[in-house]
């Protein structure tokens, strides 16, 4: 009889998918429930033994469990706020759309360099609105004041709005709201993998969906809470081959050791892992990164352990549209980061088109 203990294959453990987002605590503005899409929230809250609180605005959620600044805002991210959209004047959104379509704002992501963490100040909880047709309506005036030019929306300005279409259904209802409209296209960035449902819904081609990607360091580093590179692209595979339009943004753009073979490798593994109809038609966005006073202080608190670099002596200095100075880098380390990444996109796919660096 033998005395060695054979040896067991190698198992290759599967890394589970990244589960849909699941609040710990919802609050409910009132008037919210006289809007189907608000019942139906509060039925799969119910559903989902998820405890819940009305209350009267979304100003009025303060108090919100957690010792440190830092778990306050863990706790707050898994909040979510049902309300109505009130403000109908949408804002602009250059350089990707014209203008931002509100149909949520918060995000479950915790991207340290995530510009929400600013814009959001005090409020970080994740509101979702129930009148989309109102915020429909808006666009439609929109779309007829700027006739005959297209008008395009960008509805992932102040959220990840993938990342909570399983509670809302709200691209959905814009995706067919625009497929309707000749003049009118809807975009939006993901940074999450859930697009079953969306795939089979008759977009006529007038939403683009992009993904969020970036070099693995960064992915690793800086984005927790957020799909892994391969959900996001096994799901634009899946974008493509719906026949949507598709692009990804590089965002941020980091400056770090090994940046070149970091972003060379993206660029190959992307060419690597999509479909061949996915090279049609396809856009880049790049955006270096950048950062203002305010938020350095802000992401220094909630991510102390952070490894992102935000040293303001190696940065320039340049003048933002919302009245404050931001850090970006030096013009010639842009431009290294602008041609190198340009010139890897454009050996993968000829066909591909860049929309902007910023
Ligand atoms: S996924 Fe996007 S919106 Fe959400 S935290 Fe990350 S960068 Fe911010």
Redesign the pocket.
């Given at each position: 009889m033998s005395t060695v203990t054979p040896k067991r294959p190698a198992v290759r453990r599967q890394k589970r998918p990244t589960a849909p987002f699941m609040p710990e605590l919802v609050f409910f503005e009132p008037n919210a429930l006289n809007y189907p899409k608000g019942e139906r929230i509060m039925e799969w809250v119910k559903s989902n033994n998820i405890p819940y609180r009305m209350t009267t605005s979304h100003n009025r959620i303060t108090n919100l469990p957690g010792e440190t600044e830092s778990e306050q805002y863990k706790i707050a991210k898994r909040t979510l706020v049902v309300g109505l959209r009130k403000t109908l004047t949408f804002d602009q959104s250059k350089p990707s759309a014209d203008y931002a379509i509100p149909i949520a704002t918060g995000?479950?992501?915790?991207?340290h360099?995530?510009?929400?963490q600013t814009t959001l100040g005090a409020k970080p909880y994740i509101r979702v609105y129930v009148n989309t047709d109102d915020v429909m309506d808006a666009a439609k005036k929109y779309i007829e004041e700027r006739s005959p030019e297209i008008t395009t929306f960008e509805a992932?300005c102040t959220?990840?709005p993938l990342?909570l279409e399983h509670i809302t259904g709200s691209l959905e209802e814009l995706i067919n709201f625009m497929a309707k409209e000749p003049l009118g296209r809807l975009r939006f960035v993901t940074?999450y993998q859930h697009v079953d449902p969306l795939l089979k819904l008759q977009h006529n081609g007038h939403t683009r969906i992009r993904f969020?990607v970036n070099a693995d360091y960064v992915i690793k580093n800086f984005?927790p809470a957020?799909a892994r590179f391969e959900e996001r692209i096994e799901a634009a595979g899946k974008v493509a081959r719906a026949g949507y339009p598709l692009g990804f943004i590089i965002a941020p753009i980091i400056w770090h050791d090994g940046w070149q073979e970091g972003y060379a490798e993206l660029l190959s593994k992307l060419a690597e892992a999509l479909p061949p109809e996915a090279g049609k038609g396809l856009t880049f966005e790049m955006i270096q990164h950048r950062f203002t006073k305010t938020a350095k202080t802000v992401i220094e608190k909630r991510y102390p352990k952070s490894k992102l670099e935000m040293d303001i002596e190696k940065r320039k200095k340049k003048w933002g549209r919302w009245g404050q100075n931001k850090y970006v880098y030096p013009d010639e380390q842009q431009t290294a980061l602008r041609e190198f990444i340009t010139e890897r996109i454009f050996e993968h796919f000829p066909e591909g088109k860049i929309d902007y660096f910023t």
């Open positions: 995000c479950m992501g915790h991207c360099y995530c510009y929400l992932a959220s990840d990342g940074k969020s984005e957020t």
